[in-house]
């Protein structure tokens, strides 16, 4: 953590190609973001929908996350890169294009979950390039850039796509994405990693079928379980998964349904709300400095758990647009924290494993809390339902005083 040199990530040139690679990608993300629950709002009207859509993304990046780690750790990870951004760059144009010739959803179901595989890939790939693309004590701050730049360019993506979407629909939005994607990959061709420091003696993931990758999958779950603050990590955030994994859903159906609003506004909420995320990669690195990580992450999602018991109560766009801003602040705050104890706790030929254990775990029961958030909001309303998910957020944080999670420096305990 100390010993950090803000200016000299900016002479790296490696990191700068990185950065506006996925500046590119983020732009086409954020779009998709706002467009893809628009497009099965506009063709069924129904928020259930909307949530079967996130819950099958949800169920394909669990999946995927059994083997993404030993395919990091196995093959070129700029290759990977490469190969996902090509891959979603296919499967999103084919939605826009499906759409026009005949205004069907079916491509959706099957198109969202296969992106969110190559999504999962690159997921875990990314982490695990970004330590050989910086110095060790440089990581939280790289990891704020890379928030940041995500950040700045969504602001203008939900925008876009509710422009986009006002004119000429949201399929119009989505091939924005998909030739984001391709930009994407442009820029990852330019890309040069460091060598891979040298394996330990049978460290290398094994070869194998089926049974290999579980193999492989369990050897980052016993990495995740030996450290004390990374089982804890694991256990408390997939409490937090499921209660907020449906919420960006929850938020386009009560501003489109409650508040009657148009799609535009929906974009200019969502793209307001960014200025949470930028405001987290600004101050993470000196937050956790000063405050250490355990006051930071517990903090951070407790607060974020006020501000989605409040969302559903919100009469008015203002009070939507600043509640989801301070949910998207703490979850930025605490997932940049989280991203980057493990890249410091991890060593470098575990790393991919070991982010895809976690990321599998911890996001296995999101499908199922999209699922229940977005019935919950079509049976009981918006407002009782973001109020029990807020208050259980608070409770799950509150409760990881009782962990090594409370702790101002972990990776040196």
């Known amino acids: 953590m100390g010993g950090e040199n803000p200016a000299s990530l900016w002479r790296n040139r490696g990191f700068v190609v990185f950065l506006t690679a996925q500046t590119l990608s983020s732009v086409g993300d954020s779009i998709s973001f706002v467009a893809l629950p628009l497009l099965i709002l ?7 929908q909307m949530g079967v859509v996130t819950a099958l993304a949800g169920a394909a990046s669990t999946v995927t996350g059994i083997f993404a780690g030993v395919v990091t750790d196995r093959v070129d990870r700029r290759t990977l890169l490469l190969v996902c951004d090509v891959a979603r760059c296919v499967l999103y ?24 595989a190559f999504s999962m890939l690159f997921q875990v790939a990314y982490v695990a390039v970004v330590p ?10 790289a990891n704020g850039h890379l928030y940041g730049t995500y950040a700045v360019a969504s602001v203008g993506g939900p925008m876009l796509a509710g422009v986009l979407s006002g004119l000429w629909g949201p399929a119009a939005a989505i091939a924005i994405d998909a030739a984001s994607f391709a930009a994407s990959a442009a820029g990852i061709l330019l890309l040069r990693l460091r060598p891979a420091p040298e394996e330990p003696p049978g460290e290398r993931p094994e070869a194998g079928g089926r049974r290999a990758a579980w193999r492989e999958f369990a050897a980052g779950a016993r990495f995740l379980w030996a450290r004390p603050v990374l089982r804890s990590l694991t256990v408390l955030l997939s409490a937090l998964t499921f209660l907020t ?10 501003l489109k349904h409650d508040l009657g609003r148009s799609d535009g506004t929906v974009g200019y909420v969502l ?45 008015g766009v203002p009070t939507v647009a600043a509640l ?39 996001s296995a029961l999101g499908p199922l809390g999209a699922a229940a958030l977005t019935a919950g909001a079509a049976r009981f309303g918006v407002a009782p339902t973001c109020l029990v998910a807020g208050v259980a957020c608070v409770l799950v944080a509150v409760s990881g005083l009782l962990t090594p999670v409370r702790l101002p420096r972990p990776e040196t305990a």
Do not use: K, N
Not at 42 to 48: D, E, K, L, P
Not at 132 to 141: A, C, D, H, M, S
Not at 334 to 361: N, Y
């Open 42 to 48: 506009h063709a069924t009207g129904s928020v259930v």
């Open 132 to 141: 050989r693309l910086v110095e060790p004590g440089q990581i939280t701050r």
């Open 245 to 254: 994994f449906g919420l960006p859903d929850i938020i386009v159906y009560h």
């Open 324 to 362: 989801a801003t301070l949910m998207l602040f703490c979850t930025g705050l605490a997932g940049i924290c989280s991203m980057s104890l493990r890249q410091e706790m991890t060593p470098d030929h575990l790393l991919g494993r070991v982010t895809s254990a976690f990321w599998t775990l911890h």
């Open 93 to 116: 144009a084919l939605i826009p294009i499906v759409w026009w010739v005949s205004p069907v959803t079916w491509p959706v179901y099957v198109v969202v979950p296969l992106a969110a």
């Open 271 to 315: 793209a307001f709300a960014t200025a949470g995320t930028l405001a987290a990669a600004v101050v993470v690195a000196p937050a956790r400095r000063h405050l250490g990580f355990g006051r930071c992450w517990i903090g951070a999602w407790a607060l974020g758990g006020v501000a989605v018991a409040g969302i559903g109560y919100a009469e």
